[in-house]
């Protein structure tokens, strides 16, 4: 049965329906083997970039997270969607940074234009891994690309090399630790194109808000506050975002105090790769078991795994310690986060006073 509500999500006899709850699961053999390959290609990705001494490790230990983590399978159609979105977003950074670099109000309206294609993908359905990967990848490139002492073809090359390795990486964890059993369709969802609209706006305005916000007051230092402020839109709407901040500050807490462990334990010795790899590999498995007991896309346990990538992937180095980098991340994302929460509100009444972009939670009763 349907029951209808109003303009502004509550049911029509004007009681707040309260948030949705997600029990934890029990993992089966399909949710082990994904945790395996999370732990495995972001940890190899971690390797072969220090290995290499390549810049922008956070690409290499990371991306693997994005598509080994919020995809459980490896197919034609996802492989295109990831490569592609790697290609075009670095062709669109390319043409825009290199372009209009020195012109700051251009260069935002056209990443207002590009991040609501993103997200306007997303709330299609079909295409959601090609928007996802390109508002992480076009939020972190515009962030470097937008310093002057940046190398831009250095960035723009990590970020295709990394894309690549992630699904070398890929193919390969699929080969080695395959499923035990088929996996069946994710359920699909039909939206409005009231919703729609509605979903790319305000995610749009937000991401584009959290680029201006970063670069007005010269956050360079703060990747992954930025992040952070992006992740938490992945469920298209304000009450799913509120929810989603709430589990990313779990995470990041408990991914920032992780580090900090490791950090004690290794002490000096954080230069040395091979002691480095096997606590990221520890971690990363703990926080993807996490994420799939979830089963959400964006719950503490995947705010907590991507917070260590970075952690490990951006700040660990012989010259730098996680100490400061763990404690400036903390209340560094909570204030981007609440920021960020604060302008999605705003947007979102906003853009439910015209019926054209106004929101309506169906409520489904069976």
Known sequence: MLRFVNGRGRPSNGKRRPGPVHPLKELDTNDVRQCLRVAFGSTLGFVVSSLFDWHYGVFFTVYPMLLLALVPTLNGHVIRQFLGSALINTVEVALIAGLFGHLPVIMTGLAFILFAGRFRLMSGGPLFLFGAQGVVSLSVMFHFASYPATNL??????????????????????????????????????????????????????????????????????????????????????????????????????????????????????????????????????????????????????????????????????????????????????????????????????????????????????
């Open 153 to 366: 073809h250095d960035l723009l090359a990590s970020n295709l090399i990394a894309s690549s390795l992630t699904l070398a990486l890929a193919a390969v964890a699929y080969v080695l630790i395959p499923d035990a059993e088929p996996r069946g369709r994710p359920p699909r969802r039909d939206k409005s194109l009231a919703r729609q609209r509605h979903e790319t706006l305000l995610g749009a305005s937000v991401a584009t808000l959290s680029f201006v916000v970063f670069q007005v007051f010269d956050l360079r230092d703060s990747l992954s506050a930025q992040v952070a402020t992006i992740l938490i839109l992945f469920p298209l709407t304000f009450r799913g975002a509120v929810v989603a901040a709430r589990h990313r500050a779990t995470g990041v807490l408990l991914g920032c105090s992780y580090g900090l462990l490791v950090q004690l334990v290794l002490y000096n010795h954080s230069g040395n790769l091979w002691l480095v790899v096997l606590p990221l590999w520890i971690g990363v498995m703990l926080f993807a078991r996490e994420h799939l007991k979830e089963g959400v896309g964006s719950g503490a346990g995947f705010g907590g795994m991507t917070t260590v990538g970075i952690l490990f992937g951006q700040y660990l180095s012989p010259g730098q310690d996680l100490v400061y980098s763990a404690l400036y991340r903390v209340s560094s994302i909570c204030v981007g986060m609440l920021a960020a929460l604060l302008a999605a509100y705003l947007v979102h009444r906003l853009l439910n006073r015209f019926a054209a972009t106004r929101l309506i939670y169906e409520d489904v009763v069976h």
